[in-house]
């Protein structure tokens, strides 16, 4: 691990350096043109970011980081992935594309670190467990890197709050991957509602998943660390426990200390769409409670099996979130009609709202197609991307309002301006959480 004060002599090389990015790295690409990106994870979700960025023509991936040099274990049992095997898909990728069929211009790390202090990085992609979040997205924004950062923002309201912070001081780009947010039918069903096609919204259905693994439901004991894994590094800001492998990879989701369940997981989407839909993705609702979730009494997995929660807007609007086989859906229902856009598809009633035109004096919201392209085209001309800091932030915040409002199972009072509950000590208490020395942001 390198030490802080390697990591902050090597940033202060860095911005010391002229930017000059070698021909050998970009080919026939100017570098005024060219986006040199690193990406931190190479499990399930950074493989398929990954592949998302080699697509692009003006993108170099440059260097990827894992701290799990290459194994199975992630969400299907045939996938292989970690650092070696990202970087033979980038180098298997560009050589494919060369004349000579060979390529050997991709490095790979097990510490972040390394890629941040490199200055021929533009960009990172940050796909790793959502406990290391805030950490990276604020020295990155330090390092003057422009950021995609998967969804949720973070781990904690605390962690969004010191991510939004660090990213407007730094003055980069950020991308949440809130990638509904670039479907034309996500877009064209919150323009609906926001003009007023199904009268005026009263309800908001989101639905989460189950749960798509399962871990030790009774004691478990710790297994030994594989060798390749960096398993320290993998805890990081987490508190130290043995290891095993139901802890690790995608299984992070599971656990309370690494993400928020499926309300972080799949929710992250489905409420991102209910506050886009409702107007209020810089903000959030005033009242929050339990509806009848359900916990596991025991076991590595500690996250809600069964989502069941209500909010309330200030604008009367009432939210329901619930476990479904779908996944990912939201529901808007209102005076004159309904719709409703996910994984199974895009309904509405009356069945004309789906020929309906957002004409001139609608409400328009935005055009973004592709959500990777969406970002770097934001990197190049620095305006802001379709989901910027701050919307991440509060859809990531209703996630944890959520969360906590099932595991206290009353009902909060929440000031979504001052980021506090005015009702509940207690509930306040769980907005942070303390990191594993020496981790902060």
Not at 240 to 264: E, I, K
Request: net charge neutral; aromatic share 8%; with cysteine.
């Amino acid at each position: 691990m390198i030490a802080r004060r390697q990591f902050l002599a090597r940033l202060g090389a860095a911005c010391a350096a002229p930017q000059i990015i070698p021909t050998s790295v970009l080919g026939q690409r100017a570098p005024s043109n060219r986006i040199n990106v690193a990406v931190i994870g190479t499990g399930n979700q950074g493989t398929q970011d990954l592949n998302a960025f080699l697509a692009e023509d003006d993108v170099q991936v440059v260097a990827v980081c894992d701290v799990n040099r290459g194994s199975h274990g992630y969400k299907t049992e045939q996938q292989f992935l970690g650092r070696e095997p990202a970087r033979q898909l980038v180098e298997e990728h560009y050589a494919a594309r060369r004349r000579s069929g060979t390529f050997r211009g991709c490095d790979a790390y097990t510490d972040f670190r390394d890629i941040l202090a490199r200055p021929d990085v533009d960009a990172v992609a940050i796909v790793v467990p959502d406990h290391w979040h805030a950490i990276m997205t604020v020295m990155a924004a330090r390092a003057g890197k422009d950021i995609y950062c998967e969804k949720p923002l973070g781990l904690t309201i605390a962690d969004g709050k010191a991510m939004v912070a660090a990213v407007r001081r730094h003055g980069v780009v950020l991308q949440t991957g809130s990638h509904e947010r670039s479907r034309w039918q996500t877009r064209f069903a919150c323009e609906l509602v926001r003009s007023g096609r199904i009268g005026q919204l009263k309800r908001i259905v989101a639905v989460v998943g189950p749960w798509n693994k399962q871990g030790p439901e009774t004691a478990w004991e710790p297994m030994p660390v594989p060798d390749g894994f960096d398993y320290d590094m993998w805890l990081g800001p987490a508190p130290w426990v043995p290891y095993h492998a139901d802890r690790c990879l995608y299984n992070f989701r599971f656990m309370l200390d690494y993400s928020g369940g499926q309300v972080t997981n799949y929710g992250a989407h489905s409420l991102d769409m209910a506050q886009w839909g409702n107007g209020t993705d810089r903000t959030g609702p005033v009242e929050i409670e339990d509806a009848g979730s359900e916990w596991p009494a025991s076991g590595l997995f500690d996250v809600a099996k069964v989502v069941r929660f209500r909010a309330r807007y200030a604008n009367g609007v009432e939210l329901e979130c619930v476990t479904r086989e779908d996944n990912v859906a939201c529901r808007f229902e209102g005076t004159e009609g309904w719709v409703e856009t996910g994984y199974r598809g895009f309904r509405t009633e009356p069945a004309s709202l789906k020929t309906s035109v957002i004409g001139p004096g609608d409400c328009h919201l935005g055009s973004s197609a592709n959500h990777f392209r969406n970002f770097l085209d934001c990197v190049k001309t620095r305006a802001e991307p379709a989901a910027p800091v701050e919307v991440g932030h509060r859809s990531a915040t209703l996630c944890h309002l959520g969360n906590i409002a099932m595991r206290l199972r009353r009902k909060l009072l929440w000031d979504p301006a001052a980021e506090q509950f005015t009702n509940d000590e207690c509930a306040n208490r769980l907005l942070g959480r303390s990191y594993r020395a020496p981790w902060h942001t």
